[in-house]
Nanobody, 124 residues
Framework: QVQLVESGGGLVQAGDSLRLSCAHSARTFRSTAMGWFRQAPGKEREFVATITRSGSSTNYADSVKGRFTISRDNAKNTVYLQMNSLKPEDTAVYYC?????????????????WGQGTQVTVSS
């Protein structure tokens, strides 16, 4: 019933920027915290960033702090991930996800609805 659709991925060079978008289909968007995760080939899916329902609080993985910014526009049912100063190690499929758990979580299993992913490839 709930659909999440990511967009904005691509192939870029180290140091470049990308802005990912994730559109959430349901009325419940305003009641959900959102997260971005990524998965590189042969690796586990890992936490990247989270944002609360109102957008008042955010959290980031240490590997992306200072470079990535998560934001949301509740009027558009959309969450964004601005990625600056990209590094080759950022190469992965990026997924957005939503959760209604009443606490901030970095665990993929806590997120109920997921997008299909968008590929980000960073060359050196």
């Amino acid at each position: 019933q709930v659909q999440l659709v990511e967009s904005g991925g691509g192939l870029v060079q180290a140091g470049d920027s990308l802005r990912l978008s994730c559109a959430h289909s349901a009325r419940t968007f305003r009641s959900t915290a959102m997260g971005w995760f990524r998965q590189a080939p042969g690796k586990e899916r890992e936490f990247v960033a989270t944002i609360t329902r109102s957008g008042s609080s955010t959290n980031y993985a240490d590997s992306v702090k200072g470079r990535f910014t998560i934001s949301r526009d509740n009027a558009k049912n959309t969450v964004y991930l601005q990625m600056n100063s990209l590094k080759p190690e950022d190469t992965a499929v990026y997924y957005c996800a939503s959760t209604t758990v009443p606490f901030t979580t970095f665990q993929p299993v806590r997120y109920n609805d997921w997008g299909q992913g968008t590929q980000v490839t960073v060359s050196s």
